[in-house]
C-alpha cells in the first residue's frame, strides 16, 4: 500500500501534458501593444516572439502599417480562465502599450536607454523598473 500512494501522485504527472513554447512569426516590429490580458515578459536579445504559456489557436498577433505589434490575447474560441505568457525578446526597449488589461514587464539586462515610452488604457499594468532611461 506504501508504494501505491508514492506512485499515485507521479501518474498524475505523466499524464498532464508539458506546454511547449511556441514561436510565432511576425514581421519586423517597433513598438508593443498588448489588448484585453495576458502577461508579456521583454527581454534584451535579437527580435523573437514566443507564447510561453497559451497558444495561437486563440491569440492574434499583427503589426499594422506603423510597426506596431498588436496582440489580441483571447479570440471568440477563448477557453475560460485562459493563462496567456509571451516572451518578447528585442534588443531595445520599445514603445509599449497595454489597452483593456493585461500585464508588460520588462526584466533587466537591457543597456541604459535614451528613452522609454509607455501607456496604459482600459486597465492594465507596464512594469519598466529595471530599465535605466534618460528620460
Known amino acids: 500500500m506504501r508504494h501505491l ?5 507521479l501518474t ?4 498532464a501534458p508539458l506546454a511547449a513554447a511556441e514561436p510565432v512569426a511576425v514581421p519586423s516590429f517597433r513598438s508593443i501593444e498588448l489588448r484585453g490580458g495576458g502577461n508579456v515578459i521583454v527581454r534584451p536579445g535579437p527580435a523573437r516572439v514566443t507564447i510561453l504559456e497559451g497558444s495561437s489557436r486563440f491569440t492574434r498577433f499583427a503589426v499594422d502599417r506603423q510597426g506596431q505589434l498588436k496582440i489580441d490575447a483571447c479570440n471568440a474560441q477563448c477557453p475560460r480562465n485562459y493563462d496567456l505568457t509571451i516572451e518578447i525578446r528585442y534588443p531595445t526597449v520599445l514603445p509599449m502599450g497595454v489597452k483593456g488589461g493585461g500585464t ?3 526584466e533587466s539586462g537591457f543597456g541604459p536607454q535614451q528613452s522609454v515610452a509607455a501607456g496604459v488604457g482600459g486597465g492594465g499594468l507596464i512594469d519598466l523598473r529595471s530599465v ?3 528620460t
Open 5 to 9: 500512494a508514492v506512485l499515485l501522485p
Open 132 to 134: 535605466t532611461a534618460r
Open 104 to 106: 508588460i514587464t520588462a
Open 12 to 15: 498524475f504527472l505523466a499524464a
